[in-house]
């Protein structure tokens, strides 16, 4: 999906409705900084809000996910094009999320034979002080590259509010988590939860 297109349509069909940010913000029961995020194409709505945001707006979900209006002898080609890119970004989320896996897997294989050697072998002081800092050099870039392909993977689910929403690294990497949970706060309703990693923004 192209988030940034999509931002536009929706300012463009506000603007044609002649709603502010805050009106239809207001319709739909949310802040107008959501909206201003929207439109600016750093988010998307959440799936609970896309038949009443269409609704307000005089516009389909096809349409919404198109980014623009959609002729009706072209509405079948343009929703089965909107079904594949869905599928797309879902297959890129899961590539980046296993591309994480093998990246944090190789930088602990890398690392361990040099701790293992620094720990085993006869040396100097400071050639096994050398080799235990290059291992975990290597061990926080690895972990490192994989939390940033890991985060950009989709994004976090609110159970709260159903929010979807791609949290700022710090949060993210001190966040407590599970295989596919996070503790995070939700920027929209402020809930700090478990929040579900999913491959879809």
Known sequence: MDQIKIGRFIAEERKRKEYTQRQ?????????KTVSKWERGNGFPEVSLLLPLCDELGISVNELLAGERVPDDDYREKAEENMV??????????KKIVLSV?????????ALPLILIAGLLEMEVWLRILLIC????????GIGIACVHD????AFECPECYNRFVPEMREYVMGAHT????????PKCGA???CKHVLTK
């Open 179 to 186: 295989i596919t949970k996070r503790k995070l706060r939700c």
């Open 192 to 194: 700090v939860r478990y």
């Open 24 to 32: 239809l913000a207001d319709k739909l029961g949310i802040s107008d």
């Open 85 to 94: 890119n869905l599928v797309k970004e879902a297959q890129e989320s899961k």
């Open 151 to 154: 985060r950009d993977a989709g």
């Open 134 to 141: 290059i291992g975990a050099v290597v061990v926080a870039v």
């Open 102 to 110: 093998i990246t944090a897997g190789l930088a602990l294989f890398a």
